[in-house]
Nanobody
Framework: QVQLVESGGGLVQAGGSLRLSCAAS????????MGWYRQAPGKQRELVAT???????DYADSVKGRSTISRDNAKNTMSLQMNSLKPEDTAVYFC???????????WGQGTQVTVSS
């Protein structure tokens, strides 16, 4: 089973920066893509950014240009650097890992990000 542990959330003022990290462990399946999702109160969980083992990344339009996702395959870690944070970025951020087929998936417990105006 693959376990994911997030860290780095917190309270930041608008315009500030945060770096979220995710560490994967366990042997449940071979991870192909890792990503960040977020869920704000009363809203559905949405994709923030993803990155494959080969480094191909993708971003939601809402964070494009303000965020950078990175990954260390050797250490099974992933990070999301978020800059120019806005109050609408406030949400619980979840780390996700998927197999190549997409059938196998794992989720972290989530880390709270709060951006004050």
């Amino acid at each position: 089973q693959v376990q994911l542990v997030e860290s780095g959330g917190g309270l930041v003022q608008a315009g500030g920066s945060l770096r979220l990290s995710c560490a994967a462990s366990g042997r449940g399946f071979s991870i192909y893509v890792m990503g960040w999702y977020r869920q704000a109160p009363g809203k559905q969980r949405e994709l923030v950014a993803t990155i494959t083992t080969t480094g191909t990344s993708d971003y939601a339009d809402s964070v494009k240009g303000r965020s950078t996702i990175s990954r260390d395959n050797a250490k099974n870690t992933m990070s999301l650097q978020m800059n120019s944070l806005k109050p609408e970025d406030t949400a619980v951020y979840f780390c996700n890992a998927k197999s190549l087929s997409g059938i196998r998936t794992a989720w972290g417990q989530g880390t709270q990000v709060t951006v004050s105006s």
